[in-house]
């Protein structure tokens, strides 16, 4: 085996990314150039080869910020001035598309060669950066059961997020579904639906994106509710991601002021549908169900998607609209000194 490495994903012969990426959402050429926009750095990508055909690698980005589970302030400035000196390695997709950035062989005994190159990759790239620590997140539990070499294996680390396995091609067959499993939850959609339209919200489902700025406060008011650390890169990704070609935004307004907002990062060649970086302004009430069902239209009749990704949170009105569980919440991480092991134990004792 060999491996080849290259800085910024125009570097990268899209044949070759494209073999090594196949079926994992979010990890084509595009994502990536993206994702390089919004971080404002290339990444670095790894290539396997066993002879000339490619077999796996990885993408690796250096973060300087990172949305960290800290509740308290004084906890984050100091991750905050630490990261800012000693950056994060991370192996995943593209910014708020939640994805693992390992791409690995069927073959379990050429998928744990495959590890070892990454290890070794990374490892250069972490000395490169004077790095704190390697982080590779969204696994599954059979990701796990390979070898990891000197990774720490941390399972159930992450929330676990959503999903909703879209099998309707049209949003009255899907109501169909929900009055025949429960109808308490067919009669909850009206009742939103009437409170919704009688509060004046009006909710549109398309191409055009909000004002980043807007979009940005209203963010912030739904991490402030919740005491989460503010997600650093929120107004890039609102501003950048129209450069894909199947984005689209979710806008809710009340006599013309946005009121609440998501974007909508969708993977054609997967059929994954990601919303991702919620706003609501938290004086209007029925914004959250209502929203949620348009998302959820515009899955099933526009997109014509598999499965959308819900995340975390809401679990109860999740479930009821059907979501399940999604369990790729375990990742598994190196760290490379003993400042980093440090670190990294102190940020452990302290993680929510």
Same mark, same amino acid.
């Given at each position: ?161 959503? %999903? ?33 339209? %009688? ?154």
């Amino acid at each position: 085996m060999r491996t080849e490495i290259f800085h910024g994903i125009e570097t990268v012969d899209p044949h070759v990314w494209g073999k090594v990426t196949a079926g994992h959402p979010y990890a084509g050429c595009e994502w990536f150039a993206f994702g390089e926009a919004v971080l404002e750095q290339p990444g670095t990508y790894a290539v396997v080869f066993d002879g000339d055909e490619p077999i796996g690698g990885a993408n690796f980005w250096v973060l300087r910020q990172e949305q960290l589970p800290l509740k308290g302030a004084i906890e984050r400035r100091l991750m905050q001035a630490f990261l800012e000196r000693r950056p994060l390695i991370i192996s995943r997709t593209s910014p708020c598309t939640l994805q693992r950035g390992v791409y690995l062989p069927d073959n379990p005994s050429q998928a744990e060669q495959v590890i070892g190159e990454i290890q070794r990759v990374g490892l250069e790239v972490a000395h490169e950066h004077h790095a704190s620590f390697l982080l590779a997140d969204y696994l599954y539990d059979s990701d796990l059961d390979l070898l990891w070499g000197d990774y720490t294996i941390m399972r159930d680390f992450l929330d676990h997020g959503t %999903k909703l396995e879209i099998m309707w091609t049209s949003f009255d067959d899907y109501l169909a579904f929900l009055k025949k499993r429960k109808k308490s939850v067919y009669r909850s959609y009206w009742q939103h639906v009437r409170g919704a339209e %009688k509060a004046g919200i009006e909710v549109t489902v398309g191409s055009k994106p909000p004002d980043p700025d807007e979009a940005l406060k209203l963010c912030r008011a739904v991490e402030a509710k919740y005491n989460e650390n503010p997600y650093p890169f929120t107004r890039q990704v609102y501003a950048l991601a129209s450069m894909l070609p199947n984005t689209a935004y979710m806008t809710a307004r009340v006599n013309g002021e946005l009121v609440s907002c998501e974007c909508l990062l969708f993977d054609a060649a997967n059929g994954v549908l990601t919303p991702t970086l919620y706003g609501r302004d938290y004086r209007i009430e029925y914004a959250y169900f209502y929203t949620y069902y348009a998302v959820i239209r515009y899955a099933i009749e526009q997109y014509h998607a598999r499965v959308i990704h819900g995340n975390s949170g809401a679990y109860d009105f999740k479930e009821r609209l059907g979501f399940v569980p999604d369990m790729r919440n375990n990742l598994v991480f190196c760290a490379p000194s003993a400042l980093a092991r440090a670190a990294t134990n102190w940020l452990m004792e302290r993680i929510d």
